[in-house]
């Protein structure tokens, strides 16, 4: 957007009231800037705990009732509330695995307790079957240690 034009006038002190009132604007838009932004750290500080409280809640009713929870937090949620794993457990041979979220195909608003009937065992499926897969919980990391170098 092209800058405004303001005509100037030709009293001197009309030019100093202009040029005075053109500062004021000018200031304050650097100060509303900064409040904007410090309004918006704010925000996705409050958005990215109210994440991760609804994914702990999750867990927790996971724990006491099992079973894929509804509601349960999205995709999203869960990566932007610090749990970015799902643990997960074969129906048929019992072995846990955790997923990566972040890396799944699906869209980030997909939620976490729709992915059940989509996840199948890896292991299993070399053998031909294709049993679905328990949800367990949300995890903020893998279980499995990342090897040292």
């Not at 030709?10 to 053109?22: N, P, Q």
């Not at 995709?75 to 794993?85: H, K, L, R």
Request: net charge positive; charged share 30%.
């Amino acid at each position: 957007m092209a800058p405004k034009h303001h005509p100037t006038p030709l009293s001197g002190g009309d030019r100093k009231a202009l040029t005075k009132e053109l500062g004021r604007a000018r200031t304050m838009t650097t100060i509303l800037a900064g409040q904007s932004a410090e309004a918006r750290v704010k925000g996705e500080t409050l958005i990215r705990e109210a994440d991760k409280l609804l994914c702990e809640s999750w867990n927790e009713r996971m724990w006491a009732d099992g079973g894929p929870i509804d509601p349960s937090p999205t995709v999203d949620q869960a990566i932007n509330g610090g749990y970015a794993w799902l643990e997960i457990e074969c129906s048929r041979c019992k072995t846990r695995r955790d997923v990566d979220l972040a890396a799944l195909r699906h869209p980030p608003t997909t939620f976490v307790h729709d992915l059940a009937s989509r996840l199948r065992c890896s292991k299993c499926g070399k053998a031909g079957r294709r049993p679905s897969a328990t949800l367990l919980q949300l995890a903020s990391r893998s279980r499995q240690a990342a090897p040292e170098t």
